[in-house]
C-alpha cells in the first residue's frame, strides 16, 4: 500500500492503462487462428495482473487474501516458462512467436510478484 494519494492515483492510471493495453490486444486476437491461442492467454493474464497490481495499492487491497494472489502469478509464470520448457524437452526450436527472452522475463516478472504477495 501506498500513503500519498497523488502516487496512488498515478500508479492507478498506469496499471489500467497496461490493463486496457492487454484487453486491446486480446481483442484484436480474439477472431485469430488456434494458434493465437497462447497470446490471448497472455494478455488476459498481463490484464489480471494489472488489476491485482491496483488492489495492491490501495488500503482496501490489503484486507485481499494474499494466497490467491500469489497463486495467480505462480501459475502465471509457469504459463510463461511452459512453451520454453515444451520445446526443449521435445528437442524443438522455441514455438513461433515467442523469445526465449521474453518469455524469461515475464516468466521472472511473475516469481517476483509471487515472492511479494507472499511476503506482504
Known amino acids: 500500500m501506498i500513503d500519498s494519494d497523488f502516487g496512488r492515483w498515478t500508479l492507478t492510471i498506469v496499471f ?19 494458434t493465437a491461442a497462447v497470446g490471448r492467454i497472455s494478455d488476459i493474464v498481463h490484464a489480471s495482473a494489472s488489476a491485482v497490481m491496483i488492489a495492491m495499492i490501495w488500503p482496501w487491497g490489503a484486507r485481499l487474501p494474499a494466497w490467491p494472489q500469489a497463486l495467480a502469478f505462480l501459475l502465471a509464470a509457469c504459463w510463461f516458462l511452459a512453451p ?7 528437442s524443438t526450436r522455441q514455438p513461433q512467436g515467442l523469445r526465449w527472452s521474453s518469455q ?7 516469481l517476483a510478484l509471487t515472492w511479494m504477495s507472499v511476503r506482504m
Open 16 to 34: 489500467a492503462a497496461t490493463g486496457m493495453w492487454f484487453l486491446i490486444g486480446h481483442a484484436r486476437l480474439a477472431g485469430s487462428a488456434p
Open 84 to 90: 520454453l520448457v515444451g520445446a526443449r524437452l521435445r
Open 104 to 110: 524469461m522475463h515475464h516468466t521472472a516478472m511473475a
